[in-house]
């Protein structure tokens, strides 16, 4: 095999391992938004200072996110040449969640569980963070 060989090969792999990270992304990105649209969340009233009670459909707010290791995780090193996502506080690498505008904690939770499920099967370590606003 010469050089412009082991190029073409390399770049073959390339273009597959491209695609099925894409793939992956995709569903997951997929699942996530299905998974808040399907969630009901739980209502809460907040009460202001003078009694005034304001209710809120969508519940608490707040938000999660997907954080994988960096280290032996070849799709948060994918996600990372290619722009996806960013640095994760306290090391590795995190995702941001599609979501629909709302700021309902229990969307965001139930959009993360759904995309962390999808990378989970194809392999991909990673977790949930959540934390309410």
Same mark, same amino acid.
């Given at each position: *095999? &010469?050089?412009?060989? &082991? #190029? =073409?090969?390399?770049?073959?792999?390339?273009?597959?391992?491209?695609?099925? &990270? #894409?793939?992956? +992304?995709?569903?997951?990105?997929?699942? %996530?938004?299905? %998974? $808040?649209?399907? !969630?009901?969340?739980?209502?809460?009233? @907040?009460?202001?200072? #003078?009694?005034?009670?304001?209710?809120?459909?969508?519940?608490? !707010?707040?938000?999660?996110?997907?954080? *994988?290791?960096?280290?032996?995780?070849?799709?948060? +090193? @994918? !996600?990372?040449? &290619?722009?996806?996502?960013?640095?994760?506080?306290?090391?590795? @690498?995190? +995702?941001?969640?599609? /979501?629909?505008?709302?700021?309902?904690?229990?969307?965001?939770?139930? $959009?993360?569980?759904?995309?962390?499920?999808? +990378?989970?099967? #194809?392999?991909?370590? !990673?977790?949930? /963070? =959540?934390?309410?606003?």
């Amino acid at each position: *095999m &010469n050089i412009s060989t &082991n #190029n =073409d090969e390399r770049t073959k792999v390339k273009t597959v391992l491209d695609t099925i &990270n #894409n793939e992956v +992304l995709a569903e997951a990105r997929q699942a %996530a938004v299905d %998974a $808040a649209a399907s !969630c009901t969340p739980t209502p809460v009233v @907040w009460v202001g200072s #003078n009694g005034t009670r304001f209710p809120e459909p969508e519940g608490m !707010c707040g938000n999660a996110y997907i954080k *994988m290791p960096m280290v032996n995780n070849k799709f948060a +090193l @994918w !996600c990372k040449k &290619n722009a996806i996502g960013h640095k994760s506080f306290m090391g590795g @690498w995190a +995702l941001s969640i599609p /979501h629909n505008g709302s700021q309902s904690y229990e969307r965001h939770v139930a $959009a993360a569980r759904a995309f962390a499920a999808v +990378l989970t099967i #194809n392999g991909v370590k !990673c977790a949930v /963070h =959540d934390y309410i606003d």
